[in-house]
């Protein structure tokens, strides 16, 4: 076995353990990914950031894992019960659940009626019976009868003896360990409805219906049904079981106590003792250890639902951050309402805030008209590119007057697109929009994030705590600590992928950068404040407590474009510009027509400036960024066109073809916004024509993508859609009702059917009869839009 964290590391991604160690000296050092991953390739010899992003917490994991054996060791040993056998299974412990398995049985507890027995004098009765059950255990416990120790006779003897015994097959650790992993292939979790929450078909119970009675197999339960049946148990309306094993019909001790009976070579052969210890061992199997293994077992079906929904909101999140930008395009922002207004904001094309209104254009007002003169007079005084609707409340309306908009002033030239308002509202009531927009009224403040966040998302995003833009699911019922980790690294590695212009940036985008935190942001604001634009990253140095380290971390991720160095605008680090000053020589010429001269750079050997400092990969690396300084790594700029005529779900027919935008990703399929204010489902099923594992194998929010109209439940809000624009309409949104037949065999999400098995109808292909809230976030406004949710479910405003 791999006796050091940076070889068990290395051990488990395929790399070598000088690697590892070199990233974990670098971490260790202050460097962060996105560094490290950039610029430091020689010294990782190319780690990459998702390769360094699992080294980094499984770093932590193992050291939490040493720092706990050791308080284990040093406990143990101030007991006197430190062994060199114990210490060797101790040390050899690999998982923080081996580890407690072993230290169970010296583990500080309350006094329990096995060392009761203990101190009664029972122990010697309990050994001399599981080690020769030819002794009658009646007979033997009339010698360890003791009324002064609270021994009254045979009987309580015999069930202090039990007690002692019990304790002991619950803590042997190898045992636990096989009876645990057994549980979790053969066992399987049983949803029943509590009695009385079942009978109201609408209600707060009414989302858990397709639990009611269900069971499934452990290994077979995907994270978001896991999260739904824990959030229905919370929520009082389903009661949750996890059994070892489906049911048998033969009876006598199951198969676990068997093996509990083999490991202590407790048998059935005549003796006298042999039915005791037979007894005993079922007392101990359901008394004990079943319930440790359910804790244990609740915990990991909880802990592997929770990773898997932090990786799909993980992903989305990096989907959404890095959305095409719109660019610096002057923008029109439009937050729908409907009594309260349209709140109105021009932006132009860096972003600053030109004009603001509030038009009434839809009940209870309907003032159609002056509300398309006052858009059309904004958008021609400020040359208005875009127009940003945000997709919520009375965004379909809103849509509708947009378009008006452009069709009786076509000399305007616009283009309106619809935006995701999740988190807009949280923007608007914080401390740094109040900041940021000091002026303006709260109400009007969404409005100017809609059209900020269609020119750049991820600027606009970052000002906004990544858990309230709200792309998950289930996300309020997972650990705060790990998705707020999990969240944290995606909007670091986007910002510094993408890199940041140091002189137009917010304070909340630049405490994204390697190396600069809230305070350091807000000291390069104010000293630009105070000073004017940086006009080289040298400058950068003369900030406020920004020393040698952060100028390292954060100088190749900030940008200052027609500065005082031309390099200065690329991702070049101020630390390689001699090899840029090498290349500048041998071809003599200079910087600025050195830069985007792709003949003169390809024509360069990247050996012929490889020096002790700077190998291949980094002037590789350098010779790339000459080409395209500066280069954004995000998708060009599109819009989807909605079919004209199209606006409401009574306006679709099954077989229609649409262009629409994905606006969300589950792990049961994908949400796509078609213009009819009801997002439609795409089923995991009706994906491919092969087997999907992952719906974002396939599609990612932003996506543009042409789906076709399976099925229309208008009473219920719901949109059936593929991606298969060659299904039968007819055929495939009956196949899906039935069990998501068509295309995929039965998949249903994770897989075919298990036998005996009632699964919910998500499982079973369709989309779930009421997907449980994940409260006031972008997935619970798509569930709800797709009618999949209650519309009062959730708690809050929409976004």
């Known amino acids: 076995m791999t006796t050091t964290i940076e070889g068990r590391i290395a051990e488990e991604l395929g790399v070598r353990e000088r690697q590892v160690k070199a990233a974990v000296e670098l971490l260790d050092g202050g460097s962060t990914v996105p560094f490290i991953a950039r610029y430091r390739k020689e010294a990782t010899e190319m780690l990459d950031d998702a390769q360094l992003r699992t080294l980094e917490e499984r770093l932590r994991y193992l050291r939490e894992l040493e720092e706990r054996r050791t308080a284990i060791l040093e406990s143990v040993r101030e007991q006197g019960k430190l062994t060199d056998e114990l210490e060797a299974q101790l040390r050899a412990a690999d998982t923080k659940a081996r580890l407690e398995d072993i230290y169970l049985p010296f583990k500080p507890k309350r006094r329990t009626k096995a060392q009761i027995a203990r101190e009664a004098g029972l122990e010697p009765l309990a050994e001399g019976l599981l080690g020769d059950p030819s002794v009658e255990p009646l007979a033997a416990a009339a010698a360890f009868v003791d009324a002064d120790k609270g021994v009254a006779d045979a009987a309580a003897a015999l069930e202090g003896a039990r007690a002692i015994l019990t304790e002991r097959f619950s803590e ?67 009661d949750l079981v996890l059994e070892p094993e489906e049911p048998s019909d033969v009876p006598g001790p199951s198969t676990y106590e068997g093996m509990i009976a083999r490991r202590f070579d407790v048998a059935d052969r005549g003796r006298p003792a042999d039915k005791w210890l037979t007894d005993t061992v079922r007392w101990a199997w359901r008394t004990r250890i079943i319930v440790h293994l359910g804790i244990d077992l609740r915990l990991r079906l909880r802990t592997a639902a929770e990773d898997e929904a932090v990786r799909v909101f993980a992903a989305n999140l990096r989907d959404l951050l890095l959305a095409a930008p719109a660019g610096t395009r002057a923008t029109l922002g439009l937050d729908p309402g409907f009594r309260t207004g349209v709140k109105v904001a021009v932006v132009d094309a860096t972003g600053k805030v030109v004009a603001t209104d509030t038009i009434y254009p839809h009940v209870p007002a309907n003032k159609w008209d002056e509300s398309l003169a006052k858009l059309a007079r904004l958008a021609k005084e400020h040359a208005v590119d875009l127009v940003a609707i945000g997709n919520g409340t009375a965004s379909r309306e809103t849509d509708k007057l947009a378009g008006e ?83 944290d690294a995606v909007v670091e590695d986007c910002v510094n992928g993408v890199g940041v212009d140091v002189n137009t940036a917010s304070a909340p985008l630049l405490s994204r950068v390697s190396g600069i935190g809230a305070g350091l942001a807000e000291n390069i604001v104010a000293h630009r404040d105070a000073n004017g634009p940086f006009r080289s990253r040298k400058a950068l140095k003369d900030v406020a407590r920004l020393g040698p380290k952060a100028y390292e971390q954060c100088a190749g991720f900030l940008r200052i474009r027609g500065g005082d160095d031309p390099l200065d605008a690329s991702s070049v680090h101020p630390e390689a510009y001699p090899v840029v000053r090498s290349m500048v020589k041998r071809t003599g010429s200079e910087v600025a027509s050195l830069i985007g001269n792709t003949s003169v750079l390809r024509s360069l050997r990247p050996d012929d400036f490889v020096d002790e400092t700077f190998g291949l990969p980094t002037v590789t690396d350098i ?16 819009t989807a066109t909605f079919k004209d005529g199209v606006e409401k779900i009574s ?74 624009l060659d299904d039968d309409a007819a055929a495939a949104g009956a196949g899906q009702a039935r069990g998501g037949q068509g295309g995929q065999g039965g998949q249903g999400g994770q897989g075919g059917r298990p036998p005996k098995q009632r699964r919910p109808a998500a499982a079973r292909g369709g989309a779930p009869r009421q997907a449980p809230a994940p409260a006031n976030s972008a997935m619970a406004d798509a569930l709800r839009k797709a009618g999949l949710l209650d519309p009062n479910e959730g708690g809050g405003r929409r976004r």
Do not use: C
């Open 405 to 487: 908009l452009i069709s009786r002033h076509p000399e305007l030239k616009l283009t309106k697109v619809m935006v995701s308002e999740a988190g807009a509202s949280v923007y608007s009531a914080s401390a740094f929009a109040s900041q940021e927009l000091p002026g303006l009224d709260v109400s009007l403040r969404g409005a100017v994030s809609i059209a900020r966040r269609l020119q750049d998302p991820l600027a606009e995003l970052v000002k906004i705590d990544p858990k309230s833009i709200g792309v998950g699911q289930y996300q309020h019922d997972l650990s705060e600590l790990k998705l707020s980790r999990s969240l």
């Open 651 to 724: 306006d679709l027919a099954p077989g229609m073809v649409l262009e629409g935008v994905v606006t969300n990703v589950a792990a049961f399929g994908a949400f796509v916004d078609v213009g009819v204010h009801q997002d439609g489902l795409v089923h995991v099923s009706a994906m491919s024509r092969t087997f999907v594992k992952d719906p974002r194998d396939v599609v990612k929010p932003g996506d543009v993508v042409k789906v076709k109209v399976l099925d229309i439940d208008i009473p219920r809000k719901r949109i059936s859609l593929t991606l298969r």
């Open 172 to 238: 042997d650790a190898d045992l636990i360990g096989e009876l645990r992993e057994r549980m979790w292939t053969r066992g399987r979790l049983v949803a029943k409805v509590r009695e009385g929450k079942g009978d109201a078909k609408e209600g707060p119970g009414a989302k858990f219906a397709d639990y009611f009675d269900f069971a499934e197999p452990f290994t077979e339960l995907p994270s978001h049904r896991v999260l739904a049946m824990l959030r229905g148990e919370k929520e009082e309306v389903l």
């Open 623 to 638: 010779l790339r960024e000459l080409e395209k300084p500066g280069r954004d790594p995000r998708p060009a700029f599109k």
